[in-house]
């Protein structure tokens, strides 16, 4: 039995310090463009610059696969950030992708709400809460008001009001573990 035990804990710790490194071995590099790119990007995650998220889109203008403009919740001013940082110069926002929009967030009417879960699986940041045949509520502090949810709403509960914060979410906080 005490065989047993000590067999498994140097497996788990084995596995503890593989894990580990190969955490920092394949560590995001924070500093990258694409990260840079990605911080100045408003994180709606509404995918209207045709990629799947504000990521993906910045990964792409690296690429060269995307411009600068295609991003209409960013704005002018969005451009304007990425032109900088790129030493480019601006361009007019694609408005074939979008119009610029003041902050808004979805809310759901609770009333004809009937649980069906489809805003749930359309919510790219998982701000919606419920269950099936539940009635269904947003999280306002999440929601970024992308209106992913909308289409496929087939009793046509949910709403846009004006968010009651900014347009930008903050920039994600990267923590770095220094080793010993």
Known sequence: MLTAILVIALLVSGIGLMLAWLGQRWQAD?????E???????????AQCGYPGCRPYAQAI????????QCPPGGEAGVQA??????????PLDTARGEVKAPQVAIIDEDRCIGCTLCIQACPV??????ARQ????IESECTGCEL????????CIDLVPAKRPAMAPAPISIRVKAA
């Open 126 to 131: 998982d701000a919606i809460f419920g269950a």
């Open 82 to 91: 990425l032109a900088e940082l790129l030493g480019v110069n601006a361009k």
């Open 135 to 138: 009635m269904h509520t947003i």
């Open 36 to 46: 840079a790119i990605n911080a100045r990007l408003p994180q709606t995650q509404c």
């Open 62 to 69: 690296v690429d060269g696969r995307a411009d600068i403009n």
């Open 30 to 34: 924070g500093d990258s463009l694409v």
């Open 149 to 156: 949810c909308l289409p496929p709403c087939p009793v046509d």
